[in-house]
């Protein structure tokens, strides 16, 4: 089955404990690209990469790293998480680019405490 | 300014009214535009993408308006099932994705 995978989906942390969360697609999609989702901001864009070893800052990307070294493998690095960063994060997926049809994972709720 | 901006409603209609929901966006500049569709706080989802001609899939038609920079969306015979956050997308240079804030459609029978 054609699907991008997050994990965890839920995770609970505490303030300055480094996390990572993984996300994965199996669709041999280029594009690949990670959001957080506030009440009341929508959807915001925090990295994407157009390909392997390319990445670039989306219009949140203080406090995140990412890395692309593999294809099919996005993950998302906290390094020093912070309460501000609790949210619902999102990746996704396309062929090439920004301008098709995005396929997004099921979410991950981060809560630092 | 928000980039992309939507009214958040909540829209509440009865099944089968007719539901219009619009969306401006600042960036002259911007390429593409969709519209996804989000069930509470799920993945979004592609609902369709925006042309200039216009294009309608089914019951739903979407209208994008260059020169006022604003794209509409149109649900005709609304179904419970439309019932659904539906976010605005565009595309930047640099391959750049801003949604809108979304939109709230509550049908009721």
């Known amino acids: 089955e054609a699907q991008v995978t997050q994990n965890p989906r839920y995770l609970i942390t505490v303030t300055g404990k480094k996390l990572t969360v993984t996300c994965s697609q199996n669709?041999?999609?280029?594009?690949m690209s990670w959001y957080r989702q506030d009440p009341g901001l929508g959807l915001r864009q925090i990295y994407y990469s157009m390909n392997v070893e390319v990445t670039d800052k989306g219009d949140v990307p203080e406090g995140y790293k990412v890395s692309r070294k593999e294809k099919r493998n996005f993950p998302l690095i906290l390094e020093s998480p912070s309460p501000n960063q609790t949210s619902l994060y999102f990746c996704a997926s396309s062929f090439t680019g920004a301008g098709e049809t995005q396929y997004f994972g099921p979410g991950t709720r981060l809560l630092v405490l | 300014r928000k980039e992309v901006e939507q009214d958040p409603g909540p829209f509440n209609v009865p099944e089968g009214a007719t539901v219009a929901f619009n969306c401006t966006y600042s960036n002259s500049a911007s390429q593409s535009f969709f519209w996804y569709r989000q069930d509470c706080r799920k993945e979004p989802k592609l609902l369709m993408s925006?042309?200039?001609s216009g294009n309608e899939d089914g019951r739903f038609t979407a209208q994008l308006n260059r020169a006022s920079q604003y794209i509409s969306l149109l649900i005709r015979d609304s179904k419970l099932s439309d019932s659904a956050t539906y976010l605005c997308?565009?595309?930047?240079?640099?391959?750049?994705?801003?949604f809108g804030a979304g939109t709230i459609l509550r049908v009721k029978s």
């Open positions: 669709m041999n999609h280029e594009y």
């Open positions: 997308v565009v595309t930047e240079y640099g391959n750049k994705l801003v």
């Open positions: 925006v042309y200039s």
